[in-house]
C-alpha cells in the first residue's frame, strides 16, 4: 500500500520515473544480469531503501518499463475508445512491430533474462487489449461460438509471433509490409489462404 501511495505522490512518480529512466540507460550498456540494484539506486542517486518503495526487485522494474513502453507507444496511436476493425487492428500491428524493432535500441538484443519477460509482458497486453476490443463488439458480430478470451489468445498470439518471428529473421522486409501479411492472415483466415483437402 505505502509503494502505491508513493507512486502517486507527485513526487514519487517524478522518483519512479528517475528510476526506470536510469534502468533502461543501464540496459544499453550491459546485460540484465550484470545489474543489481545498487548500480541502478547509484546513477539514479537515491538509496536502496527508495528503490524498494517502489519496485520490489530489478525484474519488477524491467516488467513496468516493457509494459508502460509499449502502452504509451499504443496510445500515441490509438484512443482509448478505439474499437476493433480493420483499421485499429492495421495499427496495433504496426505498433508491435515498431516496438519491437525499437527494443532492439533499448538493450542487447541476446540477453536471455530480457527476451522472456519481453514476451510475456508485451503478448499479455496484447490480449488484454484485444480481448477488451472483443468485449465491445455486439453479440451479432460473432458469427461462432467461440469463448472472446479463446479469440483473444488465438489473435495476439499470432499477431505477436509472427512478429517475434519477423524480427529474429532480421526484418527482412518493412514493418508496413509485415503488417500487410500479418493482416492478410487475419483477415482472409488460413483456409481461404491454402487449398486443403478436409478429411470426413
Known sequence: MENRVKALDPRGKRTRQL??????????????????????AQRAKVNRATFYDHFEDKYAILDTCILEGFQRLVASRLSPSSSLNEHTLRLLILTLLEYLAMMHTECKP???????????????????LLLNWLKKLPPSALHRRVPLETLASTISWAIFGAGIQWDYEGQ???????????LTVMSDGLFQIIRVHTQE
Open 172 to 182: 527482412t522486409c518493412s514493418p508496413q509490409e509485415m503488417t500487410d501479411h500479418i
Open 110 to 128: 541476446s540477453d536471455k533474462q530480457v527476451e522472456p519477460r519481453f514476451e510475456t509482458t508485451v503478448q499479455k497486453a496484447l490480449y488484454h
Open 19 to 40: 528510476l526506470q529512466q536510469v534502468f533502461t540507460e543501464l540496459l544499453k550498456e550491459k546485460s540484465m544480469q550484470a545489474i543489481t540494484v545498487q548500480d541502478i
